[in-house]
């Protein structure tokens, strides 16, 4: 059975100063600059306003799914959980208008707020499955180590997630769009 999850503002609001790491600039660098600061807390905010963020989430024991799609490091789980977190199209439209606008800079800010964004969420729905199921193997997404990206496709299938398109290469539209796997060792529930 497929979850549907609607995180909260705080569960994928990322951290200001790793946002702005992320653009290669410290906070304490930018505090004299006003404007700047001014300009990237206006579309951090854009970025809250514009994300309408989802989880799609399944567990399955693993031996119903494909070995391929299961990562060597997850050597001895009895259950693997894989969920899809998105923001959703309305940022990749954001950003895209700011660079129809010629305004490279916020696209690439608001670009850096949403990657950050998705990454706080999915940290954040990490933690909900590991205080639901204890322990379990790091989070995994395909495209990493021993499991082809392309293997995306057959998790959105299978999380029956409407609105997320997969391209041939693997590589997911809404681009802020991830897949993520955690094996558990025990049956708990």
């Known amino acids: 059975m497929v979850e549907l999850y609607v995180p909260k503002i705080e569960e994928y609001m990322p951290d200001k100063a790793i946002f702005l790491a992320r653009l290669r600039t410290r906070y304490k660098s930018i505090v004299g600059e006003t404007d700047l600061l001014v300009r990237f ?9 514009v994300s309408k963020p989802v989880v799609y989430h399944r567990v399955s ?22 969920f899809l977190s998105t923001l959703g199209k ?29 990454e706080a969420l999915n940290e954040s729905f990490d933690r909900r499955l590991r205080e639901r199921f204890n322990g ?11 499991v082809d990206v392309r ?26 769009t991830t897949t993520c796997m955690i094996g558990w060792y025990d049956e708990k529930r």
């Open 90 to 118: 309305d940022v990749d439209e954001a950003i895209n208008v700011l660079l129809e606008e010629g305004r490279t800079h916020d696209a690439a800010v608001l670009d850096a707020w949403a990657s950050e964004a998705l």
């Open 61 to 82: 024991p693993v031996e119903q799914l494909p070995s391929a799609l299961i990562p060597h490091s997850f050597s001895g789980v009895k259950r693997v959980s894989l």
């Open 151 to 176: 293997w995306n496709k057959y998790i959105v299938e299978l999380l029956n997630v409407e609105g997320v398109e997969v391209l041939s290469s693997g590589i997911m539209l809404p681009r802020k």
């Open 136 to 146: 379990g193997t790091m989070r995994f997404s395909p495209g990493y180590g021993d």
């Open 41 to 49: 807390n206006e579309l951090f905010l854009r970025g809250l306003k």
